[in-house]
């Protein structure tokens, strides 16, 4: 089964992402030009995913990237909200892979962060305070 989750194998880290639209909706647009995206389609979510197993020094592998689309019930945001309320389960999307380098992936949006905390430690969202460096 699959879940609106980062998940890895081992989990040793865990945490959280957020990124900010380009003004111009720039995934949206990408994936529209690119026939990935049909008009009648809602992105719903990007699963991004990085493996450094196989690489070679200095080199990283392609990244895997999934875009999670809903048949839109609606012109709007609050249409595919009411929607997605309503379904009982598993919700259906359509899954395209979508070939980019990590540089091309990451220019689609204006603000990109990702917060990873050693796992079992109940770290996210607590507040912490830099201390001045002792060297």
């Given at each position: 089964?699959?879940?609106?989750?980062?998940?890895?194998?081992?989990?040793?880290?865990?945490?959280?992402?957020?990124?900010?639209?380009?003004?111009?909706?720039?995934?949206?647009?990408?994936l529209?030009?690119?026939?990935?995206?049909?008009?009648?389609?809602?992105?719903?979510?990007?699963?991004?995913?990085?493996?450094?197993?196989?690489?070679?020094?200095?080199?990283?592998?392609?990244?895997?990237?999934?875009?999670?689309?809903?048949?839109?019930?609606?012109p709007?945001?609050?249409?595919?909200?009411?929607?997605?309320?309503?379904?009982?389960?598993?919700?259906?999307?359509?899954?395209?892979?979508?070939?980019?380098?990590?540089?091309?992936?990451?220019?689609?949006?204006?603000?990109?962060?990702?917060?990873?905390?050693?796992?079992?430690?109940?770290?996210?969202?607590?507040?912490?305070?830099?201390?001045?460096?002792?060297?």
């Amino acid at each position: 089964m699959q879940f609106f989750k980062a998940g890895v194998q081992y989990g040793d880290w865990e945490g959280t992402a957020k990124a900010d639209d380009i003004d111009r909706g720039e995934i949206h647009e990408y994936l529209t030009e690119k026939g990935l995206m049909k008009p009648s389609e809602f992105l719903l979510g990007i699963d991004f995913w990085m493996s450094g197993e196989a690489r070679e020094k200095g080199k990283l592998d392609p990244p895997m990237i999934r875009c999670l689309f809903l048949e839109q019930r609606g012109p709007d945001f609050e249409s595919v909200q009411n929607a997605l309320l309503s379904i009982q389960g598993p919700i259906p999307v359509r899954v395209r892979d979508v070939k980019l380098s990590l540089l091309d992936f990451f220019r689609l949006f204006k603000r990109f962060s990702v917060v990873l905390t050693a796992r079992d430690l109940s770290l996210g969202g607590r507040e912490y305070q830099e201390m001045e460096d002792s060297d």
